[in-house]
């Protein structure tokens, strides 16, 4: 079994910074993408960004320019840097990895991220 465990979740003023760190533990084989996916209250959970062991990333549209996802494959380690923060970020954010060869999703279970105005 996978074990991912979110930290760095907080309350800051919108405008404020805040880097969410995801480590990750247990069987872990060949490659696979590790990503952030966050719930707002009342809405449905989205994707955020994802990443490869090989580099490749990938960003939500609403994301692109203010967030940066990155990974540290020899701590097995994924990042989340947030700037320009906005009320409407305000949501629990959660961490996942998903093996490319058969597919296996894996869940953290998550960290809170508020923003106020």
């Known amino acids: 079994q996978v074990q991912l465990v979110e930290s760095g979740g907080d309350l800051v003023q919108a405008g404020g910074s805040l880097r969410l760190s995801c480590a990750a533990s247990?069987?872990?084989?060949?490659?696979?993408?590790m990503g952030w996916y966050r719930q707002a209250p009342g809405k449905q959970r989205e994707l955020v960004a994802t990443?490869?062991?090989?580099?490749?990333?990938n960003y939500a549209d609403s994301m692109k320019g203010r967030f940066t996802i990155s990974r540290d494959n020899a701590k097995r380690t994924v990042y989340l840097q947030m700037n320009s923060l906005k009320p409407e970020d305000t949501a629990v954010y959660y961490c996942?990895?998903?093996?490319?060869?058969?597919?296996?999703?894996?869940w953290g279970k998550g960290t809170l991220v508020t923003v106020s105005s």
């Open positions: 996942n990895l998903k093996l490319t060869i058969g597919g296996m999703d894996y």
């Open positions: 247990g069987r872990i084989f060949g490659p696979n993408t």
């Open positions: 990443a490869t062991n090989g580099g490749s990333t």
